[in-house]
């Protein structure tokens, strides 16, 4: 088991940046394929970007390709979410999950582990 806390959560202006951390316990980091997602209000979940275990692969949503970049230290056990050029359209609560089985997986139904989220608000 494995158990995922988001931080780095708050409010930006467009144009921002801003960095989510994603802080995994109860199991070694390397083991799990890691992903960001997010759920805006009144829609529903959706993709953002992925990182194989190693970090040597990443893959992206469309919306956010060239502004956001997903890290990983599995040293530290974390895996991280650097977004630039923030639009109000990104604001939403930021979800990370695991994965042992996937090598990547842009699916949510490939994570079987999730955090509660941490909400990015974007002002313009």
């Not at 990370?96 to 990547?104: F, H, L, N, V």
């Amino acid at each position: 088991q494995v158990q995922l806390v988001e931080s780095g959560g708050g409010l930006v202006q467009a144009g921002g940046s801003l960095r989510l951390s994603c802080a995994a316990s109860g199991g070694t980091a390397s083991r799990y394929v890691m992903g960001w997602f997010r759920q805006a209000p009144g829609k529903e979940r959706e993709f953002v970007a992925t990182i194989s275990r190693s970090g040597t692969s990443t893959d992206y949503a469309g919306s956010v390709k060239g502004r956001f970049t997903i890290s990983r230290d599995n040293a530290k056990n974390t895996v991280y979410l650097q977004m630039a050029s923030l639009k109000a359209e990104d604001t939403a609560i930021y979800y990370c999950a695991a994965d042992r089985t996937a090598y990547i997986s842009t699916r949510q139904m490939d994570y079987d582990y999730w955090g509660q989220g941490a909400q990015v608000t974007v002002s313009s």
